[in-house]
């Protein structure tokens, strides 16, 4: 069966700070990978989504990055943090490209102080 | 660009009652739509997908009903009872599109608290 990994699970980090934030899949291949944030009383804001390794697509203008070093794993980066990318972080998967169901990890919880 | 409305935010119910939490979209050309749950500092799951072509699908005490018409779609709870407290959420997913428009927007949410 097919599960997701997201770690860690809550991180504080201070201003200025560098994030790394990891999610894996297991139990398929080529996925396509997506990076969510979810601010407080709002709905998710797609980040980042991938198709393959090394295919980064990126929604927003934002101090974050993201990554794909391998085919089911997904990195969400940033080299300074600032106060603005508190939030909680959803990664998610979808199986194939006519796949409909989107499949989300349990989330990364960031505080920025 | 499409927007997904969910009203009200937040709905308390007594255990037992029946309920229907609500969605709204602006652009009628969607692929999908699909509830989601969202339990207080948790990941989504996913409950119900309803295809554009379908008007309904069933899950236990859960349906899901989608008007693509109207541009609404509602879900419906059974016999609520306490564990349905939660975060509801609905995305749609567009129909003609690439890139990064073939992917969910999601509304903000309905919070559902039942009490018992």
């Known amino acids: 069966s097919q599960t997701i990994h997201q770690w860690p699970a809550t991180l504080v980090q201070p201003v200025g700070s560098p994030l790394s934030l990891e999610c894996t899949v297991e139990g398929t291949s080529n996925p396509n990978l997506y990076w969510y944030r979810q601010a407080a009383g709002r709905g998710l804001q797609l980040l980042f989504y991938s198709v393959g390794i090394g295919q980064i697509s990126s929604e927003v203008p934002q101090n974050l990055s993201a990554s794909r070093p391998q085919d089911r794993q997904f990195i969400l980066s940033s080299k300074k943090l600032l106060l603005s990318d508190s939030g909680f972080y959803l990664c998610?998967?979808?199986?194939?490209?006519?796949?409909?169901?989107?499949?989300f990890g349990a989330g990364s919880r960031l505080t920025v102080l | 660009k499409q927007e997904v409305t969910q009203i009200p935010a937040a709905l308390s119910v007594p255990e037992g009652e029946n309920l229907v939490l609500n969605c709204s979209f602006t652009d009628s050309a969607i692929y999908n739509l699909q509830w989601f749950r969202q339990d207080p500092g948790k990941g989504l799951t996913s409950l119900l997908l309803i295809q554009s072509s379908q008007r309904e699908q069933t899950s236990g005490r859960l349906n899901a009903s989608l008007d693509k018409s109207s541009g609404r779609s509602t879900l419906y709870i059974a016999a609520s009872q306490p564990g349905d407290s939660a975060t509801y959420l609905c995305?749609?997913?567009?129909?003609?599109?690439?890139?990064?428009?073939?992917?969910?927007?999601f509304g903000s949410g309905t919070q559902l608290t039942v009490l018992p």
């Open positions: 995305a749609v997913r567009p129909f003609f599109s690439s890139g990064s428009a073939r992917q969910l927007t």
């Open positions: 998610a998967w979808r199986g194939t490209p006519g796949a409909n169901v989107l499949t």
